[in-house]
């Protein structure tokens, strides 16, 4: 009998220890006897090291440590199965929590009761920081259509307390006796930056002018996929007492906060005009010197060219990232005084600019190691190479692109000025005259463009001598995926990042004349 117990005895203690090593394992789904420990691990962000395509990211933009950009003061936990009922909320607020996590993701090993292997199995977990007023969350459509609902203290043009981000869980990942589940923070507001230049671009102190942010939105939803509308489009009117010195800066720019917005209209034909609902579209408004005098100006935040094509039916899915405010964005945008403006705040004078469009994660600078190549030939017409005028296109050079390597990238050829255009060679009559219907805004070509036929650079109105500013453009090129200007007037040296050609390392200019 002895000997039949201490046989016994000796089996339990072999299985125990085929149960201890099956929990030493990696594989989560041959180890189901085990509850594993859960830790969490977040970071606000990308990895500094992250690369996308043939783009490297050269320089981290993580969030401001002095404007409260990267600060988690709070974290919410979302449990929910596949149907969308809630298992669990889970909140952390005591100080191993806070800080700023910046490439490296913080760790937070949580407990059993506060969430174990058998609460996450087959779920869908959501993470969501710096939000404390909670309404009744019952299940993931609850969470969708939650807003932030801080419409009412909400300063778009002042240091953040801290912003609300979210996360849908990134991976899990398994280690030994732990499941480490990976969540990767994001803004849940757009930050806009403007940088202000006299009409010899130099840069202007943000002491020296004054502006307001119009028609930002003081609200939005809690999750990036979340579908709530209603995002409390602020609809003050332009007044002067509003137009104030910056109250944030950053790298000398004024520095402004918005939550999503978007101001298409799809009601409007995008091939004849810009499909903008003006009264909902952000842009900051601005009141700067120019000759000495005050004036009034429109600087759109988010205004770039429209990719067209000769689709029958429009595809809206490349307009609208052109005219909205994406959550976890910085907008750059560069504001050039270089004309008069309007005299009051209700009637400003739109100024021409570029932004750049990038995720908050990285910054505003790209090193791109994929040279873009472009040979550009120029036909001239005596020596008057840069001059132009009205309804005589054969005045100017004939341009044409050959050999054309964009890298997949798309791209628009267009002026700083809405007063020229382009036109084919083939639609100008025999005299050089032209039909003012055949001048095109833009030229675009995909990444499989090789060449471009010839055209010429032509006025779309007659000179106007009391508008002394229309009587120059300049030409350039825009490469998108992320967004980069090409100079095409760069010298033949295939310099990186530019297109070869014949000229100086500058943007096309173009004098019209009589």
């Known amino acids: 009998m002895k000997a039949i117990s201490k046989y016994f005895a000796m089996c339990a203690i072999a299985l125990l220890g085929l149960a201890n090593t099956s929990c030493m394992s990696d594989d989560i789904e041959s180890t189901a006897a085990c509850d594993y420990s859960v830790v969490l691990e977040y970071k606000v962000g990308g990895s500094a090291t992250e690369t996308r395509a043939a783009v490297t990211r050269a320089e981290t933009e993580v969030g401001n440590e002095i404007l409260n950009e990267n600060q988690i003061n709070r974290l919410d936990l979302f449990v929910f199965k596949p149907d969308g009922s809630r298992v669990k909320q889970v909140t952390f607020n005591s100080a191993d929590v806070k800080g700023s996590p910046t490439t490296e993701y913080k760790h937070k090993e949580l407990t059993s009761k506060e969430l174990t292997r058998s609460d996450i199995d087959g779920n869908v977990l959501y993470l969501v920081a710096n939000l404390d007023n909670w309404g009744n969350i019952n299940n993931l459509n609850d969470l969708k259509i939650a807003t932030i609902n801080q419409a009412t203290t909400f300063q778009h043009n002042q240091k953040q307390p801290a912003f609300v981000m979210d996360a849908k869980m990134l991976e899990r990942e398994v280690t030994t006796g732990k499941i480490h589940l990976k969540f990767q923070l994001k803004r849940a507001l757009a930050k806009i930056r403007l940088n202000v230049q006299d009409d010899k671009g130099n840069a202007v102190a943000p002491t020296a002018y004054a502006c307001q942010l119009m028609h930002y939105a003081a609200d939005g939803a809690i999750l990036a996929e979340g579908t709530s509308t209603n995002n409390s489009l602020n609809t003050d009117a332009a007044a002067s007492s509003k137009v104030t010195v910056p109250a944030v800066t950053q790298d000398n720019k004024a520095v402004f906060y918005s939550y999503a917005n978007s101001w298409i209209d799809k009601n409007k034909n995008p091939y004849a005009e810009e499909p903008i609902d003006v009264s909902k579209q952000t842009y900051i408004l601005l009141k700067a010197k120019y000759n000495g005098k005050d004036y009034f100006y429109k600087v759109p935040v988010n205004k770039r060219l429209y990719e067209s094509n000769d689709a029958a039916t429009t595809d809206w899915t490349k307009y609208e990232p052109l005219y909205r405010l994406d959550r976890n964005t ?36 790209y090193t791109f190691n994929d040279a873009i190549s472009i040979k550009t030939n120029i036909e001239k017409v005596g020596e008057n190479s840069s001059e132009i005028a009205f309804n005589n296109a054969t005045f100017g050079p004939k341009i044409s692109f050959t050999e054309m390597n964009t890298n997949g990238k798309s791209w628009v050829l267009q002026t700083d000025s809405p007063d020229y255009g382009f036109i084919y060679a083939d639609k100008v009559n025999a005299d050089g005259s032209y039909d003012l219907a055949n001048v095109m ?74």
């Not at 403006?341 to 910054?363: F, I, K």
Request: with cysteine.
């Open 330 to 365: 910085i907008y750059d945008v560069t504001a050039k005084v270089d004309r008069e403006g309007g005299s009051n705040p209700e009637h400003p004078a739109e100024l021409n600019v570029l932004p750049t469009v990038l995720p908050w994660e990285t910054g505003a600078n």
């Open 441 to 514: 805004t833009v030229i675009t070509g995909d990444g499989t463009t090789t060449e471009v036929k010839p055209f010429y650079v032509v006025p779309r109105s007659v000179l106007d001598y009391t508008q002394r500013d229309n009587y120059t453009c300049h030409v350039y090129m825009v490469a998108y995926s992320p967004n980069m200007k090409v100079i095409i007037n760069a010298p033949s040296d295939g310099s990186e990042g530019t297109a070869t050609g014949t000229g100086t390392k500058t943007d096309m200019e173009f004098t019209q004349v009589k």
